[in-house]
Structure formats: structure tokens, C-alpha cells
């Protein structure tokens, strides 16, 4: 076998507890994490909008994403991404896939497996 098969079973880091996205800042700036692209939903950005807070060391810019995970689409966000020359791809809450993406990748999450309570996860 001459191809590379690569398993995450999980994310490298989990946290949950109460205003756990204040630690955001914090978290990616220890992962050297200085331009971060958040890849958004229009309802997932609607509901965590009024939660999600202001990352004064990092470098963000918002995407939004069309909904769906298709291969156009997950190549939309890598080439976002690219050109942006981001650090890392977080998530908030949407599908796209991270073993798709060239970038270390963070989902943000409050619906991510049914089981999960609202966490922060990721592979920084």
C-alpha cells in the first residue's frame, strides 16, 4: 500500500463549560493561531452570533457557507482559505468537512453529535 491513510477518531482538545468561547482567544493564540477563517452557516451564525466573542489577537474573517457539503462547496472554502493564507478553519456549528481542508481545522459547536453538551473542540 503506497497511499497514506490518516485517522482522527477525535478531537485533540474538548472543553465544555459555561462561556467556554471566551477562551477562544486564548486557545488559538497558545496553538500559534494568528489569521483564522470562521466558516459559518446562515442560522448556525444567527443563533451563535450574540455568543461568539471578540478575538482582538487574532486575524478573523467570516465565510458563509452555502448549507450543503458538496465537493464545490468544501473546494469554495478551501480556496478561501488559500487566499486568505489563514492559519486554521473553525466551524460554527456547520458540516464542512475538515479532512478536506488544508488547515488545522476547530468546530464550534452546540449541535455536533446529539450526546455533546455546547463545547469547543478541535485539532489545534
Known amino acids: 500500500m503506497n ?3 490518516e485517522v482522527r477518531s477525535g ?4 472543553a465544555c463549560r459555561a462561556n467556554v468561547l471566551d477562551t477562544l482567544d486564548a486557545k488559538l493564540s497558545k496553538g500559534n493561531i494568528g489569521k483564522v477563517l ?10 451563535a452570533q450574540p455568543f461568539f466573542p471578540s478575538l482582538k489577537n487574532i486575524e478573523t474573517t467570516f465565510f458563509t457557507y452555502s448549507g450543503e457539503c458538496s ?4 473546494e469554495r472554502v478551501q480556496k478561501a482559505a488559500l487566499e486568505l493564507g489563514v492559519d486554521a478553519s473553525a466551524a460554527v456549528s456547520c458540516s464542512t468537512s475538515p479532512n478536506r481542508l488544508e488547515t488545522r481545522f476547530i468546530r464550534i459547536s452546540s449541535s455536533f453529535q446529539l450526546w455533546l453538551p455546547p463545547v469547543l473542540h478541535g485539532h489545534l
Open 3 to 5: 497511499s497514506l491513510l
Open 38 to 47: 470562521i466558516i459559518h452557516g446562515e442560522k448556525s451564525w444567527k443563533a
Open 71 to 74: 465537493d464545490s462547496e468544501i
Open 11 to 14: 478531537p485533540a482538545y474538548y
